[in-house]
């Protein structure tokens, strides 16, 4: 069974420096990974996604994220916080070795950036 | 190309009532994905549904909750005598078909619905 895990209900960082939000997962075959924000009231939107290829994979609005297979960890980054990156961060994945397309979340990650 | 709608944004229901929770996924897509998400928590698989068929409903509690998604038409979750550990957010989440995306393509979220029961 695949599942996600977002240790850290909230991260605290300020304006102008770096932030991580991090994200590990199990899976029994090899995973397809993404990032989506939630902002307050709204729904999902897609940040980035790892399927294959370079580990460090760029997406929307300055993040990227790393996958590393041998920690199981796909953390969020972003070189240079801004205070509208103030949102609720979800990791998600889904076992491509199923074939299908059901896609787990982790209980998400609140990021609070102070000005 | 419109995203995922789903209406109604916001629905206030009395105990015992039905609600019924509808989305039209994104032009091209035919695979359907409901999630449950309460207040401050993530979200919760529900059910996972092609055309005229649920492929995975492990998340579905087995009383009151239903999903379909016709042939024509567009997906609906169906809450019965809905009582108030029913209030939530419900999200649906759309992706193309194996044909053209594939499962390594990601899923377009609608806005939400907003269920509240009173």
């Known amino acids: 069974a695949q599942s996600v895990a977002q240790p850290e209900d909230q991260v605290n960082v300020a304006e102008g420096n770096p932030l991580t939000v991090k994200c590990t997962y199990s899976?029994?075959?090899?995973?397809?990974l993404f990032w989506y924000v939630q902002y307050p009231n709204r729904g999902l939107q897609f940040l980035l996604k790892?399927?294959?290829?370079?580990?460090l994979v760029k997406g929307s609005y300055g993040f990227e994220a790393e996958f590393n297979k041998s920690q199981t960890s796909f953390h969020l980054k972003k070189p240079s916080a801004l205070v509208s990156d103030s949102a609720l961060y979800f990791c998600?994945?889904?076992?491509?070795?199923?074939?299908?397309?059901?896609?787990?979340f982790g209980a998400g990650t609140r990021l609070f950036v102070k000005a | 190309n419109a995203g995922v709608m789903q209406n109604p944004r916001h629905l206030v229901r009395r105990r015992g009532q039905e609600a019924r929770l509808r989305c039209s996924p994104m032009?091209?897509?035919?695979?359907v994905y409901w999630y449950r998400q309460l207040p401050e928590e993530g979200l919760k698989f529900m059910v996972y549904?092609?055309?005229?068929?649920?492929?995975?409903e492990s998340g579905m509690p087995k009383e009151r909750f239903s999903a379909e998604f016709p042939k024509e038409g567009p997906s609906i979750l169906r809450i019965q005598q809905v009582v108030r550990g029913d209030s939530a957010a419900y999200f649906c989440?759309?992706?193309?078909?194996?044909?053209?995306?594939?499962?390594?393509?990601?899923?377009?979220f609608g806005q939400g619905t907003r269920l509240t029961v009173v």
């Open positions: 899976v029994s075959g090899n995973p397809y």
């Open positions: 989440a759309s992706s193309p078909s194996s044909g053209t995306g594939g499962g390594n393509t990601e899923a377009f």
């Open positions: 790892y399927i294959t290829g370079d580990n």
């Open positions: 032009k091209g897509h035919s695979h």
């Open positions: 998600a994945v889904r076992d491509r070795s199923t074939g299908g397309f059901k896609t787990i």
């Open positions: 549904l092609q055309k005229e068929n649920i492929i995975d």
